[in-house]
C-alpha cells in the first residue's frame, strides 16, 4: 500500500513526464518541418538534376568535353559519347539495394551520410574533368556517383518520418506504420501523411530536372567558366545535404526521448496502481522468422508485377530524358530553344500533385496505375506522329505529368504494399536495381539510332509508345483483388 508522501511523489513525476512530453512532441514537429524544408530542397536540386541532362549536354559541348574530330562536322561523336556518359550511369541502379539494405539496417542517418559523400565526390570528380584538359573520361565516374544520390532510399525514408510516430527508433523508422489492411479507405487514410509527402517529394524530384538548366543560364549570364560553375553548386550541395544531416539528427534524438518518456510514464502508472498486473518485456521476435516473412514479401506477385511495370516505364523515361537534345535536334531545333523549353516545362507537374493525391485517396493505386500508362501513351503518340517542333511541346506537358504520376503513385503504393517489416529500402533497391539492369538496352538503342538512322528517333519512339500497351494489364495484375488497392 502506498503512503501519501509516495503518491505524492508520483503525482510529481506524472506532471514532470507529461510537461516533457509536451516539450518533446513541439520539438519534434520543428524538427519534423525543417527536416522536410531541406528534405525538398536537396531532392529537387541534386536527385531532380540528374535526369535534366539535355542542358548539361550543351554545357559540356561548350567546355570542350569529348572534343569533335576534325573529320566529323556534325560532332555526332562527340555527342553520342556524351549520351553514353549518362546511359552508363544510370547502370548503378544495380548498386540501390545495398543502400536499400544499408537503410532497412542502420536507419536514415548513415543513409543520408552516404547520399551525401556520393553527391559531394560525383560534383567533385565533375568539376576536375573540365578543369584539368585530357582526362575527360572522369565524366563516367563523375555521374555514376551523381546517379547514385537519386537512387538512394531518402524520399521513402523522410515519407515513413513524417506519418505517425509508432516506430521511433532510428533503425526501424522506415517501416510503414500500421497493420496490414484489406481495406480500400483504411488503406488510404491510414497513410495519408506519407503518401502525400512521397508524392510532394517525388514531385519536386520531377521538377529537379530543371536544375542543369538554371546552372546553364547561370553560366552564360555570368561568363564563368565550367569548373566555376560546378564549384558554386557543390557549396549548395555541402549546405543542403548538411542542413538535412543536422536535422535527422535532432529529429531522431527527439523521437527516441519522447519513447524513453512513454516508457517512464508506464512505468509509473504501473507502480501507481497496486492491483496492476505485472508488465514482462517484450520479448525479442525470431530475427530468422521475420529475414524469412520479409523477403517472402519481395517474392510476392503483386510485388513482382510492380517490379516489371516499374522497369518498363523507368527505362522509357531515361531514353526519353537522356535523348531530348538529340531527338530535338534532329527536328530542327538548331537554336536550342525547344530544349530549354522542354526543360523549363518539366517543373509543371508539380501542379497537378494535388490532381494526383485526390485521385489515389478516391479511386485508390490501380487507377493512379493506369493513368501512367494512358499518360505515356499519349505522350509516344504526340512523339511519333508529328516533326512539328510546336506540337511537341504539348508533349514535353504530357511527359511532365506522366512522370509525376509515375513516381508518386509507385512510391506510394511501394509503402503501402509492403507495410511491415523491415523491407521498403530492399524493395526500392530491387526496383531501381532491375531498371537499370534493363536499360543496358538504352546503350545499343541509342547508337545505332545516331549511327545508322542519322539521329532520326522515330523507331525507338516507336517502339517504347508500343511497348506500354501489355502494362496495362501489368497494372491490373499489380493491384488485383489480392492485393491492398
Given at each position: ?181 484489406n481495406d480500400e479507405s483504411s488503406s488510404h487514410d491510414d497513410n495519408k501523411d506519407q503518401r502525400r509527402v512521397v508524392g510532394l517529394l517525388n514531385n519536386l ?84 522468422l521475420q529475414k524469412r516473412q520479409d523477403w517472402k514479401k519481395l517474392r510476392s506477385a503483386p510485388f513482382i508485377w510492380l517490379v516489371v511495370f516499374f522497369v ?169 483483388k489480392s492485393t491492398t488497392t
Amino acid at each position: 500500500m502506498t503512503t501519501s508522501s509516495e503518491q505524492v511523489v508520483v503525482i510529481q513525476t506524472k506532471n514532470t513526464t507529461t510537461h516533457n512530453n509536451n516539450n518533446n512532441a513541439s520539438s519534434s514537429k520543428k524538427y519534423k518541418i525543417l527536416l522536410l524544408i531541406f528534405t525538398a530542397l536537396y531532392v529537387t536540386f541534386f536527385f531532380g538534376a540528374f535526369f535534366g541532362y539535355g542542358p548539361m549536354i550543351l554545357m559540356l559541348k561548350e567546355a570542350g568535353a569529348f572534343p569533335c574530330p576534325e573529320n566529323d562536322n556534325d560532332c555526332s561523336d562527340q555527342t553520342r559519347t556524351l549520351l553514353n556518359v549518362h546511359f552508363t550511369a544510370t547502370l548503378v541502379q544495380i548498386l540501390s539495394p545495398l543502400a536499400g539494405h544499408l537503410y532497412d539496417v542502420k536507419g536514415p542517418m548513415i543513409t543520408i551520410i552516404y547520399t551525401t559523400v556520393m553527391a559531394i565526390l560525383g560534383i567533385s570528380l565533375l568539376a576536375i574533368s573540365q578543369a584539368v584538359k585530357g582526362i575527360d573520361a572522369l565524366l563516367y565516374p563523375a555521374f555514376c556517383c551523381l546517379a547514385m544520390v537519386p537512387f538512394s532510399p531518402m524520399i521513402v525514408a523522410t515519407g515513413a518520418a513524417m506519418g505517425k510516430d509508432a516506430n521511433n527508433d532510428s533503425s526501424s523508422i522506415g517501416i510503414v506504420n500500421g497493420e496490414e489492411e484489406n481495406d480500400e479507405s483504411s488503406s488510404h487514410d491510414d497513410n495519408k501523411d506519407q503518401r502525400r509527402v512521397v508524392g510532394l517529394l517525388n514531385n519536386l524530384f520531377d521538377a529537379g530536372s530543371v536544375t542543369y538548366l538554371i546552372l546553364w543560364k547561370t553560366q552564360e549570364a555570368t561568363g564563368a567558366s565550367f569548373p566555376e560553375i560546378t564549384l558554386g553548386y557543390l557549396g549548395v550541395a555541402i549546405f543542403f545535404f548538411g542542413g538535412a544531416i543536422i536535422f535527422w539528427k535532432l529529429f531522431l534524438n527527439s523521437q527516441q526521448q519522447k519513447k524513453r518518456d512513454t516508457n517512464i510514464a508506464l512505468d509509473n502508472d504501473t507502480n501507481d496502481t497496486e492491483s496492476c498486473p505485472a508488465i514482462t518485456p517484450e520479448q525479442p521476435a525470431d530475427l530468422n522468422l521475420q529475414k524469412r516473412q520479409d523477403w517472402k514479401k519481395l517474392r510476392s506477385a503483386p510485388f513482382i508485377w510492380l517490379v516489371v511495370f516499374f522497369v518498363f516505364h523507368t527505362c522509357r523515361n531515361y531514353f526519353m530524358l537522356t535523348s531530348a537534345e538529340a531527338f530535338l535536334d534532329n527536328l530542327g531545333d538548331d537554336s536550342n530553344k525547344y530544349i530549354t523549353i522542354f526543360t523549363s516545362i518539366m517543373p509543371a507537374s508539380i501542379v497537378g500533385f494535388p490532381f494526383v493525391d485526390w485521385m489515389l485517396g478516391k479511386y485508390g493505386y490501380h487507377v493512379g496505375l493506369q493513368a501512367i500508362n494512358v499518360l505515356g501513351l499519349l505522350h509516344g503518340i504526340i512523339q511519333v506522329s508529328t516533326t512539328n517542333l510546336n506540337v511537341q511541346i504539348v508533349g514535353f506537358v504530357v511527359f511532365s505529368f506522366y512522370r509525376s504520376f509515375m513516381f508518386s503513385v509507385v512510391f506510394a503504393y511501394l509503402m503501402v504494399l509492403l507495410s511491415e517489416g523491415n523491407v521498403v529500402g530492399k524493395a526500392n533497391g530491387i526496383l531501381y536495381v532491375s531498371s537499370g539492369l534493363c536499360s543496358l538496352w538504352n546503350i545499343p538503342l541509342g547508337n545505332v539510332t545516331m549511327q545508322q538512322w542519322g539521329g532520326n528517333f522515330f523507331v525507338p519512339n516507336l517502339i517504347y509508345t508500343i511497348g506500354i500497351l501489355p502494362f496495362f494489364y501489368a497494372a491490373y495484375r499489380t493491384t488485383g483483388k489480392s492485393t491492398t488497392t
